[in-house]
């Protein structure tokens, strides 16, 4: 599996550090170039990242084995010896692709989006460097590089979700996110700890070699399994850290997109699957996952039918969905969800760079009931948003349908979490995805169909967007049709990209009912399907949504608003009490020890003013101080060493 520059697969080790490249040159020069260059420097880079990811990928193909280079050695102590490399292997060139791929639709979308932007050269530097972290985290062979680019795309979606700051509401955001996400890295670091105590090692393939001659079950490994739930759940938004994810919208719309189908909620799943051999050995682990993963995507789901906006509906959209996917890797299903990640990105970027192009043209309207109709005045963009409403809907033959399908499917035939109610998943999921055929066809009926609810302001100024927008929406419509196709049902059809993924994740074995039976299975998936579109048809064309604004107007409604009372509950429990004591610190702060016990202990107004003075709150005054510490330091050493 040691690999050299000389192969090309090894290349695909220099995508972060294209993606680097043009965050720096942004970054340092950005401000001074004028438009578009910022946006054609920034998406060049992720052109040449998703080139050499796709090189690796040609490279591998017919490959048993990925290739692993070691960059350098960092922090060699006794007994643990961390490296610095990457493993180029299907699981990792993957991610690659999707993550460069979608990430430069992405990019040439947000060259008109953020044309008239005053901030857009920041904004390319931070969209740039957002993707080179992604990229480190799924190149990285040991847990501890892994965690530089978790906290990597951690600050950056923090920067980019509040990246209009001067608003109150889009800073709150950022830190909401930024507060959520560290409660999931303390269980990175805890589980981390206990690996290089339990294994003497962080690199990945090791932990995964050694996992294999535990006992099935062990406690050990069920404990750090556990940890790193916590922390994947976090990252991807799952129950109950799942809240921060809808106040993300808060950023622009393309970087919802990024963070959405690309990027930072799909770490999670990256993490876990590829500890996968270590939770194949974990059966109670497993079922944590699987069962956080069902209860996410039904309370997500439930959240989604009653929201109005229409980049949040998106939100808790994705939130079932990676409940899918959590629940497909908790069963042992690990081709699946990492199949489901794939085609989830391009139906997802599309319907949020949909929404985009509708924000785009009513100047900032975002309520859906203040839409409608739109589909006749934005052809491409309605057209483009039907395919990936029917695509996540699960509509045959289009690539959502698939992965679905081989979701459900494994949740079913499971054997890993068989004791721990696989059946009952597959019941719950298979309303859930009911629920998600219906939100919606809510959703695109809002705003594309129906009666137009538009102002005449607005109405007046409804216009296509330019071909940098609408040019994404039809490649990633054309692949969200298509991309299933590569997973065709693999009890009946050759199934491509689980033999493709077969090397890099763990083989769990799964029951084997009669064909008969994988074929109902596959009935069901379509029937719930068209159950969820028929109601949505009923009573938002048919019955012009009347029973949905009586439902929506009662407590029910109002509970499923409200996010399930989740964000109620954290102000309630934690929020709360913490500004609380905060305050009171303040006042303790600032009325006894500055204004009583300072001013006693100077004993003189002057001495406390300049005391005050220094004690200002600046970082760099404060990063002065230490340096003038340190000289001084310095200087009596070299004084005192000098000494016979």
């Not at 420097?41 to 998703?50: K, S």
Request: net charge positive.
């Amino acid at each position: 599996m040691n690999g050299t520059w000389s192969d090309p697969v090894a290349w695909a080790t220099l995508a972060p550090l294209f993606a680097l490249a043009g965050a720096l040159a942004n970054g340092l020069f950005g401000r001074r170039w004028p438009e578009p260059l910022p946006g054609i420097v920034a998406g060049v880079a992720v052109a040449a990242a998703f080139a050499v990811s796709a090189i690796a990928f040609v490279g591998l193909i017919g490959r048993d084995a990925g290739v692993a280079l070691t960059l350098w050695s960092f922090l060699p102590v006794a007994g643990l010896d961390v490296s610095v490399g990457v493993v180029v292997d299907a699981l990792s060139t993957t991610f690659l692709l999707v993550i460069t791929g979608v990430g430069l639709l992405i990019h040439v979308y947000s060259v008109d989006y953020m044309r008239d932007d005053e901030d857009n050269a920041r904004y390319f530097a931070l969209l740039n460097l957002f993707v080179a972290s992604m990229l480190v985290l799924v190149l990285a062979d040991s847990l501890v590089l892994l965690f530089v680019g978790w906290e990597g795309v951690g600050v950056c979606s923090y920067l980019l979700i509040g990246f209009w700051f001067r608003k109150k509401a889009n800073a709150d955001a950022g830190r909401k996110a930024f507060i959520v996400n560290r409660i999931g890295d303390a269980g990175f670091v805890l589980a981390s700890f206990l690996v290089a105590a339990t294994f003497g090692t962080l690199t990945i393939a090791e932990v995964n070699a050694q996992a294999g001659t535990f006992a099935f079950g062990a406690g050990v490994l069920t404990t750090i399994g556990l940890l790193y739930l916590v922390a994947a759940t976090g990252k991807s938004a799952q129950f109950p850290l799942h809240v921060w994810l809808p106040d993300a919208m808060a950023g622009p719309t393309p970087v919802s997109a990024l963070i959405h189908a690309a990027t930072m909620v799909t770490a999670g799943i990256y993490l876990i699957a590829r500890l996968s051999p270590l939770y194949a050995q974990a059966p109670a682990a497993s079922a944590v996952v699987a069962w956080v993963g069902v209860l996410t995507a039904l309370i997500a789901a439930i959240a989604a039918l009653a929201q109005t906006d229409i980049k949040r509906i998106l939100a808790y959209s994705t939130i079932s969905q990676l409940g899918f996917m959590f629940v497909a890797i908790g069963v042992g299903a690990y081709a699946a969800a990492v199949f489901h990640v794939f085609t989830h990105a391009f139906f997802k970027a599309l319907l949020f760079l949909a929404a985009g192009s509708v924000i785009h043209a009513l100047h900032g309207e975002q309520d859906v009931r203040r839409m409608g109709g739109l589909g006749r005045r934005m052809k491409l963009t309605g057209t483009t948003a039907l395919i990936g409403t029917l695509a996540i809907s699960g509509v045959p033959l289009l690539s959502g349908f698939f992965s679905k399908e081989a979701i459900l499917g494994g949740t079913w035939n499971s054997t890993l979490v068989e004791d721990y109610g696989s059946r009952v998943l597959f019941v719950l999921l298979l309303a859930t995805a009911g629920l998600t055929a219906f939100y919606m066809f809510r959703w695109y009926h809002r705003v594309f169909a129906g009666p137009s609810r538009l102002t005449k302001d607005a109405a007046a100024k409804v216009h296509e967007s330019s071909s940098l927008m609408t040019v994404p929406l039809v490649l990633l419509a054309a692949f969200a049709a298509l991309a299933g196709f590569l997973g065709l049902p693999s009890f009946a059809f050759p199934n491509w990209f689980k033999g493709w993924l077969a090397p890099a994740l763990a083989q769990v074995p799964t029951l084997h009912p009669p064909l008969w039976v994988e074929w109902l299975l596959v009935l069901a998936s379509i029937v719930v399907a068209a159950a969820g579109l028929f109601a949505g048809w009923w009573i938002y064309e048919r019955g012009k949504g009347a029973i949905a604004a009586k439902a929506g107007g009662g407590a029910l409604g109002r509970f499923a608003e409200g996010g399930l009372g989740f964000d109620a509950a954290y102000r309630a429990a934690v929020v709360g009490p913490a500004e609380g004591v905060a305050g009171g610190l303040a006042i303790a702060d600032r009325d006894l020890l500055d204004r009583g016990i300072a001013a006693g202990v100077t004993g003189s107004s002057l001495i406390g003013r300049a005391v005050a003075a220094w004690q200002s709150g600046y970082v760099r005054l404060y990063a002065l101080a230490m340096f003038l510490g340190l000289a001084a330091l310095a200087v009596v050493a070299a004084v005192v060493g000098g000494r016979p």
